[in-house]
Structure formats: C-alpha cells, structure tokens
C-alpha cells in the first residue's frame, strides 16, 4: 500500500514538472491560445462545459464497453470453434488476419452506409477492431496445452466438451486476458475514430470524436485540451478495469498475478 | 505343491515403435509381466523406455507388434490404469483438493463421494492440511504426492509411472520411494516404472528390465529378490548394494554395445 501510494506520488509530481514545462512554453514563446492554450484556460473549459463533456464521455464509454464486452462474447466463441481442429485453423485463420490489416477508415463509410450514423455503427466499428487480439490469443491459450495433461485426461477417458471445458477453457482464460487488455485500448481508440466517421450530431448522442470533430472546426482549443484529456481518462479507466478483473479471476493460482501483488 | 503360474497383467509381442523418419525407437520387444510385480525399466536415453510406457497407455500407437493389458487392448484397459508423469500435471486453476478429484470427477462421481475419496487419499500421502492450496503454492515433492494421491483415486490396478521423481531432490524421492511401496503394500497394484536411477530401481521392483538403445531393446532381466516389505534401512544393507552394482553393470554394459 506504501509502495502504491509512493508510485501514485512519483506519477504526480511527472504530471505537475509537464503542467509547468507547458506553462514556460507559452511564456517563453507567446504561443497564440489557439495553437496552445494555457493550462489553466483548458481547467476553465473543462469546468464551463462539464456537462456536455460528461455526456460525450459516457455515450464514448458505452460504446467501447459494448464493443469491447461483444468482441469477448464472439471472440471467445469463434476461439472455441477454431480450437476443435487444425484444418479449421488453418481454413479460416487468415480471415482473422484480414479483419485486422483492412483499415478500418475503408470500411467505416459501408458499416456508416449500412446501418446509418449513430451510436451502434460506431460500437460496430469498434467491435470489429478489437476482436482480432481475443481471437488470436483466446485460440492461443486454448492449443497451447501441455501435451501431458492431454494425454492425462485421455487416460480418464475424458469426453471432448470435458476437454474443452475442464482443461483447455480454463488454460486460456489468461491468454484471453491478453488479449482483453489489448482490446480495451483498441476499442476505445475504435470508438474515436468510429465517431469521426459514424458520430451522430443528434443531441445526446455526439461522443468524444464527434465533439472533438466539432470543437476542432469551431477553433475551440482549449475545449479540445479538454476532449483530448477525457479519451486519456477513458483509456485509463478501461486499462484499469481490466486490470483489475485480471487480478480478481487470476491472483489465487496464475504466476502474472502474483507478480502483480508482488509490486 | 507347485506355485499357480502367475496370470500376466502385460504381455508385449514383437512390440516395435519406429517414428516416421524411419528411426527405429523400439525393436519386437517381447516381455509379461505379472499381476502384482513392480518393474523397473532403466537405461540410457533413447532406448525407448518411455516409449514402451506411453504404447502401454494407448497414448502412442505402435508401428508392429501386439499389447494386452489384463487380456484388454491399451485403450480399453484405462479403467483399469493410471499414469504418473514425469511433471506433476496439476491443473494450476484447481485446488489439491480438487485436482485429487478430477480423476474421479472425468468418470462421472457424484462431488459427496468424491469429497470423502479425496479427503481420505490426502491423508495418505500427508497432505489433508494442504487440501485448499493451489499448486503453486506447494513444493515439488509436494506436488508429486497430490499427483499419485490422484492416480490412486480411481483404484486403478496398474500403476505407469513416467520418471516421477526424475526433477525431485534426493531426499524427497527416497521419502516418496518408501511412501510409494507403503501405498503398494496397501493397495496391491501393478506397477512399471521407468527411471534413470539406479538405486531407486533397486529399492522398488521385483524386476528390473535393462534396455539398450539404438534400436530400442531388453539387454538384461534382473530380477531383485529383496524381501518386502523393504524400508529406508534397506538401502544400508550389503544385499541392497550388491544390486545395485549388478544393476550398475548391466547399464554399462548396455551403453557400450
């Protein structure tokens, strides 16, 4: 807890040396608020428009949050089925691998085209970039089995969906954490981009990249700052989470676990 | 009155195992063993030692040759077999207690009889106060002691143990030694086991089959007429040494060929 709160001090007193560094930036160079505003100008813009900073925050965050739990839900499932034999691997893999490298920016206006601008084309854009890490590590965890505990539960005549589930299921459940903690990223950055493209300009529906989008146009620098520091404050929350419900499922038997309480 | 001939629980004929490169790993080998021995297999890496064990199992299939374990085919004998592997193969995400039962839980028992099972085999090999630990929590001979407590949950009537105590200190594998011929004593199985050392060989069987490698056969049955049942004590004895040395010889000998 010391060493926590120790951490928590050094991080800190990093934020408060940059606040300072940006403030001598603007002294030293009288750069133009609308290029760079002051640190204080962006505390402003973040107390003058909390609200609708607040409701930009949340609609980003429900978006990422739905993304990111449909990825696990399908991520997992397509794991499982691709985890039953080698030739279906070896037969669907590369599609998987499609889905990652196809530039999301390419197809945003088809999923924009298909299911109209609004709050699930943008979950949607979401999703479908943050699903290739939990396919591609969930199948990982679930192969990777040592061979010997194999061959123990064939020598209790264990069924398939014993094997699945009692052995290769709960394997991969820390490789599937890998990749949680790189989709969490993925899908609120997803989410961002997604709003650029899909956000709606209906009232309570335009999320962080839709406002940034319009503060950006409207030369509302200073609002921006604001904007840029609430999709910090989500990853952070999401990374965090994670992190958190990694440590819960797996602190009792997982070796990355115990390193963690070590710290 | 003579002796009733002993009713093998392992006939192997002609059993050879050659890997698809064309290496031969074991060539016709041909051995019974009998209900209620204890035999070792020992000899220099790649003599197909551990080979011969998995062909027993049903976990590798062989290339000629036949196998019957109690008159069954591998496959259909596992009721009646357990395997002991050289690593502990504890799932980590289960309790002792709970990797005990998975034995028992793989066949179908219902989780009362399978708690009372389980709390009595961890008694037998001391390890009732570790019952709610997780594997990482224990030692390695520790660990080795949840795996044969599991092993012996389904009463099995013939024990395969791959070089269990091959990553273990010296005294915690002569301590499982003697625990492991007190379990016999107890239960009267049939055991194989497979090792690279010499005196625990000799402290354990009845038999030991020397094999030499390249390809993979028997160079020498020795049988150890040690009187059972044997204790830590043993190991002092003239007698114990004496086959060791034979034993020893025999190994040597099998490596220069």
Known sequence: MKQRLRALADALAVFAALLLLWQLILWVFHVPPYMLPSPWAVARAVRARFPSLLSALAITAMESAVALVASIVVGVIVALFFAQSRWVRRMLYPYTILLQTVPIVAIAPLILMWVGAGTSAVALIAFIISLPPIIANTTQGLVSVEENLVHLFLMHNATRPQLLFKLRLPHAVPSLFVGIRIASGIAVIGSIIG??????????????????????????????????LATVVLGFSFFYVVIFLEWYFLHRWHESALKMEVE | MTPEPATPMIELSGLTKRYGSGQTILDSMNLTISKGEFVS?????????????????????????????DGMTPKNAREIISFIFQDATLLPWRTVQQNVGLGLELEGVGSKPRKEKTSRLLELVGLQHMADAYPRELSGGMKMRVSIARALSTSPRLLLMDEPFAALDEMSRDRLNEELLRLRAEQKWTAVFVTHSVAEAVFLSTRIIVLASNPGRIHAVIPIELPLPRTAALRDTPEFEARVIQVSHALRAALVQ
């Open chain 1, 195 to 228: 709003e650029l493209f899909a956000g709606s300009s209906r009232v309570g529906q335009g999320g962080l990249g839709y406002s940034i989008l319009y503060a950006s146009s409207q030369l509302q620098t200073a609002y921006l700052f604001a904007l840029v």
């Open chain 2, 41 to 69: 297999l020992i000899g220099p890496s790649g003599c197909g030692k551990s080979t011969a064990l998995k062909l027993i199992a049903g976990l590798a299939l062989p290339s000629a040759g036949t196998i019957s374990v």
